[in-house]
């Protein structure tokens, strides 16, 4: 620092100097008609410029505006968990490694966009400028669906699906006013094709799983970044800069880079890094025991036992510390103490044991039937990213204007026709009767819940059907969801319908197994169904 100061005091002295010879020039060069004389064979144009290079090398340049925490963040987020992603993308190379550079640019072009909430007012949702902001986003999303959609006949197209229907999570800046549950439930769309990575990897090629478990780290990670930093949703920056100029000056560089800075090098040999912390004081108890298992325990009796003994053979000793009670405070010696101090009367024995023994417990009440509960007004309704349907009796037909990202909560309805239009994420029905479903297309799953009397029809894709207490369903499945997993417990009189191989639209009905046998074989438990011949 001592130097440092002594180089600037020097550096003021000369340009002091400079100013006062120029000034000198000047003032010849007033007086006189010719050319101004050099100084020490240097002209005094050269010595002009001297003087202001020092000048100007002498001004600080301004310091680099910081960062905002929830750049900062998402930065970290993009430096840690996206950019491990896409190393072990990298290792397994072809199209998972192109993908993977069309994540990384997704989420470049997501911290563009933050970076400009933090600068400008928030333009209104339709105008043309919030359009043009995300631009770049849509396009790289849509580069990274574009790699899945034309590689359908790829080897690795479940690592390519868990991607793509995992890489809309980035869409969670649109969603408000909670945006973090958004992201779980693309978390559960990704894990039905990521799931399917770990079951055909597990035991072949460990790189795999490592690839899926880097990519779920991301949801996490992303999960906790919008709740610190967006709990209640995206928030712009009430007293900023228009939209337009704000994206100008990212676009030209005048505010921060476009992209995250590069994570710090790590130390090199020559400056070795710096030690841990100490660990933290263990905590003290009084009269802790040792925690060596029971050998431990048996010895610390033991030695409690030889204490007491100790104490015991001291004699008089032992009560020498006792504190000696006043003889005024000494009920053998004052009759007065005696008369004033009550004694509660004993009970019986009867009594006691009665008093001591705990009541039994209450039974709970048992729920009304549906029947005589009270009935709720119907309710449709979309809530964030769940439609909600409850309520319904006897209506002829319900439809729901469905996305991707959607998923349908329906509850206690009855004698009830819903039409799913579109793609959603899945459906959840639960205490309905009689309920009739018909969707276009799934990209999870349908769950049904104590719903008797159930009715399916699936026109286009559907991955997973799961029926738990369900007595009596017919399920309808297209031909591009022959490959439908059917998941059932504690159910009866299931009817799966297949359409045939002719173009005529005939199905063909497929009971489900309701009776199980179950046989002990070799030491282990057999489980096979039971089939009835004629």
Known sequence: MAATGNNMNNLTTLIKRLEAATSRLEDIASSSPGPAPSVNGVPPDALANVVAAGASSAVPEPAPQPLPPAIEDFDVLINQDVKDFVRLSDELGGLVSEQAASVLKAFNAERKFLVIT??????????PIYMEILKELQSTVGAVNDVTTANRGSPLFNHLSTVSEGIAMLVWITVEPKPAPYVAETLSSAQYWGNR????????????????????????????????????GLTWNKDGVDAAEALKQVDSGQIFSNTPPAPPAPPTSSGAPPPPPPPPPLPTFDNAAPTNGVASSRSAGANDMGAVFEQISKGESVTANLRKVDPSSQTHKNPSLRAGATVPPTRSDSQSSTTSRGKSPVPGKKPKPESMRTKKPPRKELDGNKWIIENFDSEPMIEIEASITHSILISRCSKTTIRVLNKANAI?????????????????????????????????????????????????????????????????????????????????????PEQIKSVIRNGKLVSEIVEHAG
Do not use: M
Not at 202 to 231: C, G
Not at 466 to 472: E, F, S
């Open 118 to 127: 933090t600068k400008a007012k928030k333009p209104e949702i339709q105008s």
């Open 197 to 232: 990575v770990l079951k055909e990897y597990k035991d072949r090629n460990h790189l795999h799983v490592e690839w899926a478990q880097a990519f779920t780290r991301i949801f996490k990670s992303l999960t906790n970044y919008i709740k610190q930093h967006y709990a209640t």
């Open 428 to 512: 959840s029905l639960d205490n309905s009767s009689q309920v009739s479903l018909i969707v276009d297309s799934l990209v999870s799953s349908v769950d049904v819940i104590k719903s008797p009397r159930f009715a399916l029809q699936v026109l286009g894709a559907l991955p997973t059907l799961l029926l738990d207490q369900v007595d009596g369903a017919t399920v309808y499945l297209g031909k591009e969801s022959l490959h439908t997993e059917i998941f059932t417990s504690k159910c009866a009189a299931i009817n799966v319908n297949v359409p045939e191989a002719s173009d005529e639209g005939d199905y063909k009905e497929n009971p489900l």
